[in-house]
């Protein structure tokens, strides 16, 4: 099973609201991710959780703040959003960050809209 | 230069077609390489994983690595119109803990 899943699927909130996005998987993974994807653009990283610890921040804006409350679970919440960060939201999730042969899995995607 | 580069599209095949996606990436330690498949609106979904030089065939998939010329490509036999989407090559260094994305292929598989 190469699942991971995401909630919710879409979502639309103003520039003042607080959000979350989930991510979960189930397949024993100690790596998990976040990437930010806008239309016709590859993923961009926005972060990387290796066994629980945040080891990668791709400078990412203090307005989106992640968390990882155990190796199944994946949050990413979101405050003071701008128009600009809307885009489709991906997390993956791959077995061990530090093998080369890594292969990262990716979520369905959270369709984010900010108004 | 872009660290890994695709070939720019759109690109388009008849049905039944052999289609050749093309990426060239620009760091010699380059372990692995990923081809992803993505259809608009959707999220990536891995099509082939190859780490050596040479071919690996998945049913109508075939990657070819040569890393002498830092070059990976995805063929795609008997093309059918499901195949239409974007495909993504990625790339990772070697325990770099992340993968590297070329800026995608669209490929357009006509009836």
């Known amino acids: 099973d190469t699942e991971v899943t995401q909630t919710p699927k879409h979502l639309v909130m103003g520039m003042t609201n607080k959000k979350s996005l989930k991510c979960e998987q189930h397949m024993g993974h100690r790596a998990m991710y976040w990437y930010k994807q806008k239309a016709k653009k590859p993923p961009e990283l926005m972060f990387v959780?290796?066994?629980?610890?945040?080891?990668i921040n791709e400078s990412v804006p203090s307005r989106f703040s992640p968390e990882c409350p155990n190796s199944s679970l994946l949050n990413l919440h979101l405050h003071a959003l701008q128009p600009e960060d809307s885009a489709l939201y991906l997390c993956?999730?791959?077995?061990?960050?530090?093998?080369?042969?890594?292969?990262?899995?990716f979520g369905p995607g959270t369709r984010l809209t900010v108004l | 230069q872009k660290e890994v580069e695709q070939n720019s599209g759109p690109l388009s095949v008849p049905e039944g077609a052999i289609a050749s996606l093309n990426c060239t990436y620009s760091d010699r330690g380059s372990q692995s390489f990923f081809w992803y498949r993505q259809y608009s609106g959707k999220s990536p979904e891995l099509i082939m994983s190859?780490?050596?030089?040479g071919d690996k065939e998945d049913g109508r998939f075939t990657a070819q690595l040569n890393k002498a010329s830092q070059y990976v490509s995805l063929l795609i036999r008997d093309s059918q119109p499901s195949d239409s989407a974007t495909y993504l090559c990625?790339?990772?260094?070697?325990?770099?803990?992340?993968?590297?994305f070329g800026d995608g292929t669209t490929l357009t598989v006509k009836p």
């Open positions: 990625a790339v990772n260094l070697d325990n770099a803990g992340k993968s590297t």
């Open positions: 190859i780490y050596s030089n």
């Open positions: 959780y290796s066994y629980e610890k945040l080891s």
């Open positions: 993956a999730s791959s077995q061990e960050r530090t093998e080369p042969t890594d292969t990262q899995y």
